[in-house]
């Protein structure tokens, strides 16, 4: 186990990864409830401080680096993917985090979370989605709904929203999760797993912006709401959700989810979730209500990919074995010189 600062041979604990930096987020923001879980889990990881590593754009999320005792770089507008990809070509053997938000991840970043996505970096990516420009004052952004008024769409958004975890499936993400700022036990949960998986985990993160975007999420922070719409996902169950005296479940008409009662259909014409099935986690990310329930927790899992790293490594070996260690030097002067005079 790592040890803390000062005092050798002691376990971490959740007070050695705060800063000393004053948390300068709205009050009742849902950041502070990520923030002290993922300040929880760190002592669990298992890894000295000086090898973990969070990585932002810009953003309120963006300010994750500045309250987390580890390394941290707080980079520009949506280019947190490229510099975590440098960093782990550079640095393998760092844990890095990168943390982003619907606005710098899927507008300006988009290109750039494409791309660390299907390169299976071995990165974690935490995007809270609060569907809503919170640092510039209310502006839409690219997953607030359609129709959505706001400072910069008086009228209505004319946009239609992008969903996160369909982004993530189709770009070749190999975890791709989605959990919510309240219900702290599952974010814990969820955080856990994807910081553990190799390669590129996407985890959405479900977050309030209560001074710009209250209760965006409030179909499951209502309780009975929640009750009736919230599907929580396990590896080879029954997508059941609803409450115990009226429950309902998933099946599959073709490629089109249908919601049935679960009294009224034998129990093998459920569609059971499989994390290793990226066509149904497409089909899972496309969910929302009323029309159906909004599934948690992980969408897909892929296990032993290799990682862009490991490629760019191996390559590495191969030319090295080949032709020698490289000079600079000799490079620079080679092909086609001349002098100036």
Same mark, same amino acid.
């Given at each position: 186990?790592?040890?803390?600062?000062?005092?050798?041979?002691?376990?971490?604990?959740?007070?050695?990864?705060?800063?000393?930096?004053?948390?300068?987020?709205?009050?009742?923001?849902?950041?502070?409830?990520?923030?002290?879980?993922?300040?929880?889990?760190?002592?669990?990881? @298992?890894?000295?401080?000086?090898?973990? =590593?969070?990585?932002?754009?810009?953003?309120?999320?963006?300010?994750?680096?500045?309250?987390?005792?580890?390394?941290?770089?707080?980079?520009?507008?949506?280019?947190?993917?490229?510099?975590?990809?440098?960093?782990?070509? #550079?640095?393998?053997?760092?844990?890095?985090?990168? =943390?982003?938000?619907?606005?710098?991840?899927?507008?300006?970043?988009?290109?750039?979370?494409?791309?660390?996505?299907?390169?299976? *970096?071995?990165?974690?990516?935490?995007?809270?989605?609060?569907?809503?420009?919170?640092?510039?004052?209310?502006?839409?952004?690219?997953?607030?709904?359609?129709?959505?008024?706001?400072?910069?769409?008086?009228?209505?958004?004319?946009?239609?929203?992008?969903?996160?975890?369909?982004?993530?499936?189709?770009?070749?993400?190999?975890?791709?999760?989605?959990?919510?700022?309240?219900?702290?036990?599952?974010?814990?949960?969820?955080?856990?797993? &994807?910081?553990?998986?190799?390669?590129?985990?996407?985890?959405?993160?479900?977050?309030?912006?209560?001074?710009?975007?209250?209760?965006?999420?409030?179909?499951?922070?209502?309780?009975?709401?929640?009750?009736?719409?919230?599907?929580?996902?396990?590896?080879?169950?029954?997508?059941?959700?609803?409450?115990?005296?009226?429950?309902?479940?998933?099946?599959?008409?073709?490629?089109?989810?249908?919601?049935?009662?679960?009294?009224? *259909?034998?129990?093998?014409?459920?569609?059971?979730?499989?994390?290793?099935?990226?066509?149904?986690?497409?089909?899972?990310?496309?969910?929302?209500?009323?029309?159906?329930?909004?599934?948690?927790?992980?969408?897909? #899992?892929?296990?032993?990919? &290799?990682?862009?790293?490991?490629?760019?490594?191996?390559?590495?070996?191969?030319?090295?074995?080949?032709? @020698?260690?490289?000079?600079?030097?000799?490079?620079?002067?080679? @092909?086609?010189?001349?002098?100036?005079?």
């Amino acid at each position: 186990m790592s040890t803390a600062t000062g005092t050798p041979g002691a376990p971490y604990t959740k007070k050695d990864f705060e800063s000393d930096q004053d948390v300068r987020w709205c009050p009742g923001c849902g950041d502070y409830a990520i923030l002290s879980v993922v300040q929880k889990l760190m002592p669990d990881l @298992g890894i000295a401080r000086e090898n973990i =590593v969070f990585v932002s754009g810009i953003g309120c999320s963006s300010r994750f680096p500045y309250y987390m005792n580890t390394y941290g770089f707080h980079t520009i507008h949506g280019r947190a993917p490229a510099i975590a990809t440098g960093l782990k070509l #550079a640095r393998p053997e760092l844990k890095v985090f990168v =943390v982003t938000g619907d606005g710098d991840g899927l507008s300006i970043g988009g290109n750039h979370l494409l791309h660390v996505l299907r390169r299976n *970096v071995d990165v974690t990516i935490l995007l809270f989605n609060n569907r809503i420009y919170g640092l510039t004052k209310g502006q839409y952004s690219p997953t607030s709904e359609l129709g959505k008024v706001t400072k910069s769409t008086p009228a209505g958004s004319a946009d239609r929203p992008v969903s996160p975890c369909a982004f993530a499936v189709t770009a070749g993400a190999s975890l791709v999760a989605r959990t919510v700022d309240r219900n702290v036990a599952h974010m814990e949960a969820i955080l856990r797993r &994807a910081s553990g998986h190799r390669g590129a985990a996407f985890v959405e993160i479900l977050q309030n912006c209560n001074v710009y975007n209250d209760k965006a999420w409030n179909v499951l922070y209502d309780r009975e709401s929640k009750t009736l719409h919230e599907l929580r996902l396990e590896h080879g169950k029954p997508l059941t959700f609803g409450p115990a005296d009226d429950r309902r479940g998933l099946t599959l008409d073709g490629l089109r989810p249908r919601v049935v009662k679960v009294g009224e *259909v034998p129990e093998s014409a459920l569609w059971r979730h499989d994390e290793g099935d990226a066509a149904a986690a497409f089909l899972l990310s496309q969910m929302w209500a009323p029309e159906c329930p909004v599934p948690i927790g992980t969408l897909l #899992a892929r296990q032993g990919e &290799a990682t862009y790293e490991d490629l760019i490594i191996d390559q590495e070996q191969r030319a090295v074995s080949d032709r @020698g260690p490289g000079d600079i030097a000799k490079l620079l002067l080679s @092909g086609d010189t001349w002098k100036i005079g």
